[in-house]
């Protein structure tokens, strides 16, 4: 009765170690030494009769550490193919603040449109204006022209996951496709 007891104990921890990736066997005598096992072999089949079976933790990469939290200041710097660039440091205070600072956003393309940027989390589109599309910051100056623009702090009722920026030139006639920056996400929330 004994040994069967052990053949199925041996069984279970080899099921869960086959059911759980990473997971190893471990075998030791009831003091800690290690187990004697004995093998038969009858018919092509083996069978390993182990005194203990325990399994053993899965064990970490050496040096492998927790991903760190995304950073409370970082910058946006991309491009709508050849109609605008948009720059700027984007700094998160808390779950629902956050600054944009040091704004450069560029005309690069001659066709009398307006470059537009609007800043975004997942709550609201923060617009100043909009005129010829919803913008936070706008360039009216033309092609080859940068504007520096106005530092803003926003606040959100809602905590603010991510911040994004969309960027596009758009006129009375119509407005260009919509790129979007890669999405901030706040450290705080």
């Known amino acids: 009765m004994g040994t069967r007891r052990i053949m199925l104990t041996a069984m279970t921890a080899a099921a869960i170690a086959l059911a759980i990736p990473g997971t190893a066997l471990a075998a030791t005598g009831g003091n800690g030494a290690a187990a004697s096992h004995a093998v038969s072999a009858s018919s092509g089949t083996r069978t390993v009769l182990l005194k203990d079976v325990r399994l053993a933790a899965p064990q970490s990469p050496v040096g492998a550490a927790a991903p760190d939290a995304p950073p409370a200041t970082s910058t946006f710097n991309f491009e ?9 440091t984007l700094t998160f205070h808390s779950d629902y603040s956050f600054t944009i600072s040091n704004v450069r956003l560029s005309d690069t393309l001659a066709d009398n449109r307006s470059v537009l940027a609007l800043a975004e989390d997942n709550n609201f589109a923060y617009a100043k204006g909009t005129d010829p599309g919803l913008y936070t910051w706008k360039n009216s100056s033309g092609a080859g022209s940068t504007l520096d623009g106005a530092t803003y702090t926003f606040e959100s009722s809602d905590p603010v996951q991510y911040v994004q920026i969309a960027l596009y030139a758009a006129n009375e006639n119509g407005q260009s496709s919509i790129v979007y920056s890669l999405k901030h996400a706040n450290p705080y929330y």
């Open 80 to 88: 709508n193919s050849n109609i605008a660039k948009f720059s700027a």
